[in-house]
């Protein structure tokens, strides 16, 4: 990164300090994201990082970096100012032209900009969320939105996902059985299209019954959607904001959030919502107290790019890129994955989740696989109770091929390692020290292994290329 | 503002909405700040806007702007790329600097960016304060750190000030009465340089004793910092946290609060936070929630500003533009407002507090002066209980000098107007229909106009110059 190093790490990771007195609560129940506190040794020289969920912006080019700039000297007087809290018209001009492109019929009115999506998760956790709420999650979710949910201590509750995304009767029975308990469910929160991080896309039909389970149970969606234009295969489904509106009329439950970052750059901290105006009303309220504004010059080089670049052209650019290094994972992973292990196939996006046998730990085995220069996002910070921690989180996103191909490899064979330890140890050969032995597994179909099939494919399955 | 408008006033202002029962109960705490409310119509063309807290950022120039974009042309990829949570490395340098120019022996691993100061403000709430925490503010204190507090749900005591700043006996008294009411005070929160909105500043020794009470009393002290350099006449003070450094050898309980938005530019959105490892690793943890990172790209303009470009050179140029202006807004104050009418001489900063007659309600004379193509910011909104309708905060940083002296003029016809008006309504003039007549004010001097001689000026006392 240029020279510049992270000290985040410098600062104490235990409770114990001078001031527990006088915290909040809420701070006992907010964790930092491991791909955060991992960030200074990503940066390291020679690591193959697997970890982060960082586009390729060097994609985007120096020279149209100088243009969208140089478009916006002459109004360099309001890209400098404070901005209405809302955003600028120009750039909601975008979104909706942004949303049109994947088929959400979106209105001006109903967008409203955030410093990146992640503060439109925050906002939509401090509008609706009273410690106690409960709320439904995918599982695995996002480590960001949980986190950014945790610090309004709301209960999450997990819905088990396969192929085609959460599972609607889970969700219904988790609605039911909160019901009965007396819990105030606000939202389901979800990522459709490729999920972050389980890579797998909600079909059209559960993305209906999802609407329908909202409007029975009357409550809110979130759809948090970074990634659907980063499609490298299938056919394009629609949003879930595009189906309530087609069914109803008008934008009503479902609260959709987009962003900038994937389709042109993070760097610049812009995201969106969409939803109706009395919910942007009340997120509008947030937002001042959160930050004021977004920033304007992000707000106006987005503008700039989005107006006069070939935006299109951009986002296939991104695509092919994307796919060649997804291919490189998924024929690496099938080349090199002993058998056992599993992994999804995203029709899109940026990531890869993969399930290793249940025994075995990767956020234990993460410090090994960086000490042979490889590194990968653990499962269980995708967990609100930190369950998982045989499943783990692969980036193709950043990573030429060739590197991600050898990394697939370096990880494969510090897997191979635990796994023989493992199976050492059962056949009692390890006699360094007397090891209690382990009890035989029984021989039926384990449910995380059961589990693990349904979302996943099995290594070899032969539909990775 | 370049065609652009803002649409935030579309948005229903009411709480009778479709999803009320959704809503978390925070949201009942939340007010939209009168300034952001008001910046559709701040933006009509004609108006002569004393509303805004903006800095001038023409001041700037088109050139310097092209100069420092195409100085990170070049690292194009790192500025649209995510960054660590706690800010690049470059620009805490920056930010050590800035601080050591004031006099604080600031130390880079000390320092953390956050998303303008009004996220640090954001953040410095969600870690220390639960529901029913109690906290010290300055009466009156800036509406948007207020904002920010009440969606934590704190309890918020005003201590009043003199010309002098925050009244540290008063402070004192709310402190040990905070105490006996078993609440639990958290910090108090202080603007000592030029405060938003009251214009004052907080003597050398008054700094000091509030140190020693926030020792006493086991807190913390928020010192928010952003005018500082913007000082046009008189020494400049230590801050706080310099104080602190020097009487304990460290930074401890001062969490100082600093913001390019008033030395550069607000359209960047950068801020900081200057305190302790352990405080730091909270607001780490919160802020990765709240947005990951701030922007690399407004992080990198700056820093190479800073490092390349005169910013002394730029600050002066600001402080030669706002003493001015200010000079035009005070000598504007003495000459056309009506007798009764008060306001604070300000040494540096954005605002002039202005304090009307006690039966003057400067929410209800907005409209009018508004029609009249004047505008300001009512004082009730600076006191978490909406006190103080007979206060109006004027800035005199973004309008030219002979606008604000007309808009003064205007304004002070508006404000005498009313003032016959209730004159004649006291003289039984008002013949049009029944009116009761008012009881005769008390000929000693009311508590009002006592408060209002502590803080400000007479008009035409002959300070104003």
Redesign the interface.
């Known amino acids: ?8 790490h ?4 235990v409770d114990l ?3 527990d ?7 006992k129940g ?4 491991a791909t ?1 506190d991992l ?2 040794t990503l940066s390291r020289p020679g690591i193959i990082s697997l970890a ?3 586009p390729d ?2 994609a ?3 020279e ?3 243009t969208i ?2 478009d916006i ?14 955003g ?3 750039i909601k001009d975008v979104i909706v032209e942004v949303m049109e492109a994947e088929g959400t019929p979106a209105q001006q ?1 109903n967008v409203f900009i955030t ?2 999506a ?2 439109a ?2 906002l939509v956790a ?5 410690e106690g ?1 409960a709320i439904l999650c995918e599982g695995p979710s996002y480590a ?1 939105a949980l ?2 949910f ?3 201590r709301p209960r999450i509750a997990h819905v088990p996902m396969d192929r085609a995304g959460m599972i609607p009767s889970a969700a219904r029975e988790t609605l039911v059985r909160a019901k009965k308990q007396g819990m105030h469910v ?2 389901i929160y979800t990522v459709p299209n490729f999920q972050n991080p389980g890579g797998v896309t909600m079909s059209r039909e559960r993305r209906k019954e999802l609407l329908a389970i909202a409007r029975e149970f ?3 969606i979130i759809e948090d959607n970074p990634y659907g234009m980063l499609r490298f295969e299938g056919e394009p489904l629609p949003t879930l904001a595009a189906l309530e509106i087609e069914e109803t009329g008008d934008v ?2 479902v609260v959709y959030l987009g962003t900038f ?1 994937k389709i ?6 812009l995201g969106w919502v969409h939803a ?7 997120i ?3 937002k ?11 707000q106006m ?1 987005i503008t700039s790019f989005f107006k006069n670049g070939d935006w299109n052209a951009y986002v296939r650019r991104l695509n092919a890129i994307y796919k060649e290094r997804r291919d490189a994972m998924l024929a690496a992973l099938a080349e090199y994955m002993p058998k056992d292990v599993y992994w999804t196939h995203p029709e899109g996006g940026l990531f890869v989740w993969a399930t290793l046998p249940s025994y075995l730990d990767a956020t234990a085995m993460l410090p090994r696989a960086i000490s042979k220069n490889v590194a990968y996002v653990p499962g269980e910070g995708f967990y609100a109770g930190g369950e998982h921690k045989n499943n783990m989180r692969l980036n193709f996103s950043f990573v030429e091929s060739e590197k991600i191909r050898r990394g697939i490899e370096i990880l494969a064979e510090v897997i191979r390692q635990r796994m023989e330890l493992r199976s050492d140890l059962e056949r009692g050969t390890g006699q360094m020290r007397a090891v209690p032995k382990p009890k035989p597994k029984a021989q039926k179909k384990s449910p995380e292994k059961e589990a693990a099939e349904a979302l996943t494919e099995r290594a070899r399955a032969g539909r990775d290329g």
């Open positions: 990164m240029n020279g510049e190093k992270a000290k985040d410098k600062m104490p990771l300090d001078r001031f007195f006088l915290y909040a609560n809420r701070v907010m964790k930092t994201a955060r960030m200074a982060g969920g960082f912006t060097k985007f080019g120096e149209a970096f100088r700039s140089e000297a002459s109004d360099a007087a309001q890209a400098l100012q404070y901005g209405p809290t809302g600028l018209e120009g009115e410093t990146g992640q503060q998760l925050d401090k509008v609706f969320l009273d709420d960001g986190n950014a945790a610090a309004y606000k939202f009357d409550l809110i009503d439950r970052s042109f750059a993070p760097g610049v901290r109706q105006p009395g919910i942007l009303h009340k509008n309220v947030g001042q107290g959160a930050d004021l504004c977004s920033s304007n010059l992000s080089m």
